[in-house]
C-alpha cells in the first residue's frame, strides 16, 4: 500500500522552499517503520496549475493544511478525487487540528486533530484491512517524545531547502513540543500546552545522524520553549562538545539568567529570537504574553553580552493597538539594540483565544476566506485584512505596516520575515 503524504504550496510566502516538511516527513518515518511504501509530494514552489502534475497515482493520500493554503490544498483533494477516483484522502495540520468539523473539510474521507504519526498508523491500517473508522480522529498527545522515529530525511531532497544559518544551509530540529503559555494570538491546537521534551540523547543522536548523513552540523530549533530548562541546556553542552554545532533557536525574554546565555552561545547558538510583539505593555498584557516590556530590553541585553545575535518578532494590529502603541513599538526598537526585527500583520488564526471570542478582545474580525489569513507576503511585506481595532481600520492597519517598513528600511533592517536567510544579511561579527 503505497502512501502519499503532500505538501500543499504557499504562494503567499516570500520563500515557499525555506523549510522541509518537518511534520509529514515524521509521518514517513512512521508509515515507513510500519512497512508502508510512502512518498513525500512536495508542491512547495508551484503554483495551483503547475502542482497538478506532480501528483501521481497512489493508494491514499495525506495533505498537511495551514489556514492561508487550506483552500488549495481542498483544491488539491479535488484533483485526486476526480483523477485517482476511490482514493482516500486524509488531511492533517493546524488548520483541519483547529476546525476539524468545518463544512469545507467535507471532501476529506478523515481529518486528524494534532501530532499525527500514531493516528495516521491507525488510519492506513483501516484501509488495508477494509475496517471503518471514525471520521474525525483527535490524537492523544504522544507522552514519549524518544519513541516516534527521526523524520524521513530520504523521502525529500533536503538541500533544495534554503534555510541558512550564517549563511549555510541549516536543517530544522524539534526538542521538545507544546508551550505552557497561552498567548490569546497563538493556535495551540497541534502541540497542546504541556510542554514535553524529547531526552537531550535523543536530539543529540538525531544531530549526529544528520552530520554523518549529509555533512550538516547547522539547526533551526523550532521549539517554542528550548531556553528553558537551564539543566537542559547544561547536559545539551556537554552531549554536544567537539560536534561544531551552529544553530538558531528561539527564546523567552523572561529568562533573565546570563549563564543561559552563555550555555546556548558555548553550543554553538548564533542566533536567538525573541517574541518580543510590542512596545506596549497594555499590549502585552491584553495578548496575555505574561511578560514585560522591561524583560524584552533585559534579555536582548544579555543575549548580546555574550554575543549573540538577537532577532525580534513584532505583530502590529491587535486587539486595542493605536498609533500610540505602534509609536511605543518603534520606540522600542528605537531604543533596544536589536540586530533585526522582524514585524507581521496580527492574523486570528483559527484555533487562537482572538479567533474564538472575538468579542472579549474589542474586535471584529471582517473576513473568513481563510486565503487572506496569511502574515506577510510580497514585497511589501503585507498580511491579510482581516481585523480591525476599535480605534484602526484594516485599511489604516495596512498603512501602518507600510510605515514600520519604510521606518526599518531607514534604519537598514530588513525587517521582512525569511530575510535573514539571504546570504546578503551580515551577522553582527563576535
Ligand atoms: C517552524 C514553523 C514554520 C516554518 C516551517 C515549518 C515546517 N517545518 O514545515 C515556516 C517559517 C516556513 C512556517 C511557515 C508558516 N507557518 Co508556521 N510554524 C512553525 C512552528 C513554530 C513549528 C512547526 C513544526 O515544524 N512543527 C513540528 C512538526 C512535527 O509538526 P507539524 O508540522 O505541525 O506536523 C504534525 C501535525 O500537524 C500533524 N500533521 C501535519 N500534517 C499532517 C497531514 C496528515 C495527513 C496528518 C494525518 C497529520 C498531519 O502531524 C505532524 C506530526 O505530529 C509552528 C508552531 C509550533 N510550535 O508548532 C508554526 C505554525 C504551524 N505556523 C503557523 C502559520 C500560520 C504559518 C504560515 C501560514 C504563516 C504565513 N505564511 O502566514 C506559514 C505557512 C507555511 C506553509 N508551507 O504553508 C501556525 C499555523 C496556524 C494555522 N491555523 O494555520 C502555527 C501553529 C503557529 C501558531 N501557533 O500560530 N512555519
Redesign the pocket.
Known sequence: MLVD?I??P?P??ID?L???????M??AACLKKEGYETRVTNL?GHSFESCKSEIKESDLY???L????SELGIEIAKFIKENFPGKPV??????P??LPESKELDIFDNV?I????R??VKIVDAYRQNRRIQRVIKSDFIKELDSIPLPAWDMVDMMKFHRKVEGQRCF?I?GSRG?SFHCAF???A??GNKVRFRSIDNIVYEIKEVINKYGVSRFEF?D?MFTVRKSRLVEFKEKTKGLKLSYRCNGRTDVLIKDVYWLLKESGCKVVCFGIESGSQEILDRMGKQNTVENNYKAIELAQEVGLTVIGYFMIGFPGETIETINETLEFIKKSNLDQAQFYTFIP????DVYKHPEKYGTKIISYNYSDY???TGSEGLGGKIVETDSLSADELENQIKMIRRFLKERGFRGRTQDYYKDKLKYKQV
Not at 525555506?18 to 509529514?24: A, F, R, S, T, Y
Request: proline share 5%; with cysteine; net charge negative.
Open positions: 503524504l505538501r500543499v504557499d503567499t510566502c515557499d525555506l523549510d522541509e516538511p518537518l511534520g509529514l515524521y509521518l512547495a495525506g495533505i498537511q495551514y489556514t492561508p493554503t486524509i488531511c492533517g495540520g493546524a488548520h487540528s483547529a486528524v494534532g501530532e499525527g504519526e493516528s495516521i530544522g524539534i508551550c497563538c493556535d495551540q497541534i502541540m523550532f517554542d488564526l483559527p484555533g487562537c496569511y502574515l506577510v
